[in-house]
């Protein structure tokens, strides 16, 4: 469960209408020297109970030309059906996001987007991984008029004891309904990631809501259909902003005489 807890964590955005709340992430970076920041909870239920991370904070900007930076803050919470209930810091995640190739009439826009699940939460009381877990995945995206489409591979380093590195396949369609609403629907594939485990397929739906410019409300829930059966749900605020600059130009305000 904490696993896929992190899975979800890591389909982290790119632009206002990709990403979050789905697990399958995009190519597209957040534009040079512009913010977004995300409060919101994820989680996810199966026979052994409730398991996710909220309320969490979320940070991605745009540092360089298609590269942006991502980090994750979380409150981890553990509800197992038959032991005590558990919260506190979660793992932190750091990564970068990096389009190579931009979109045109006839070729999609391809990036990866490497992240480091740090072990800042407590192992022993559910509440993190208990050690590094390194994903990388790349993502292609295509978008005709009021349709997008985007998903890819992913790899997912996974050590410790019981536990096995395991991959994961996600594909995503989602269509704006004027400028206040996107939906879409996303089909999901993981391997096993412990030796005991099985390898899971799923779907979800979801969307955002666009209350102005700058601010957004995400959600989407989904189940597993065939391997682990579980439940999971994403709900989240979204502020992006423009005021930052650059961090060229972050060093530059910084240099003598400037």
């Not at 993190?128 to 993502?139: E, F, K, M, S």
């Not at 536990?163 to 995503?172: A, F, K, Q, S, V």
């Not at 369609?173 to 879409?184: N, P, S, Y």
């Not at 829930?221 to 059966?229: F, I, P, Q």
Request: proline share 6%; aromatic share 14%.
């Amino acid at each position: 469960m904490k696993i896929l807890a992190a899975l979800l964590v890591g389909a982290v955005c790119g632009r206002v209408y990709a990403g979050p709340p789905f697990k399958t992430d995009d190519p597209e970076p957040v534009d040079l020297g512009h913010l977004e920041a995300y409060l919101f909870s994820l989680g996810v239920s199966a026979s052994g109970g409730v398991s996710g991370i909220g309320p969490a904070a979320e940070f991605n900007y745009g540092i360089l030309k298609d590269t942006q930076f991502h980090i994750i803050v979380p409150y981890a919470f553990d509800r197992p059906q038959d032991a005590p209930a558990q919260g506190g810091i979660g793992d932190i995640e750091v990564g970068i996001k990096y389009r190579f190739v931009h979109e045109t009439g006839t070729l999609p826009q391809i990036g990866i987007f490497p992240f480091v699940e740090i072990p800042s939460g407590n192992a022993a009381k559910g509440l993190g991984a208990g050690h590094a877990q390194v994903y990388l995945p790349v993502w292609a995206q295509k978008s005709w008029g009021p349709w997008t489409t985007y998903g890819g591979y992913g790899w997912w380093r996974n050590p410790g004891a019981g536990n096995r590195n395991w991959n994961y396949l996600g594909w995503l369609v989602q269509r704006d309904l004027g400028k206040r609403l996107t939906l879409g629907v996303e089909a999901t594939y993981n391997t096993a990631s412990t030796t005991g485990g099985q390898a899971s397929t799923g779907f979800d739906a979801g969307g955002q809501v666009n209350l102005s410019e700058k601010h957004h409300i995400l959600f989407s829930v989904g189940r597993s259909v065939a391997g682990e059966r579980q439940s999971y749900f994403y709900v989240g605020y979204q502020f992006t902003t423009g005021t930052f600059g650059s961090l060229g130009d972050w060093f530059r305000h910084r240099q003598p005489g400037s």
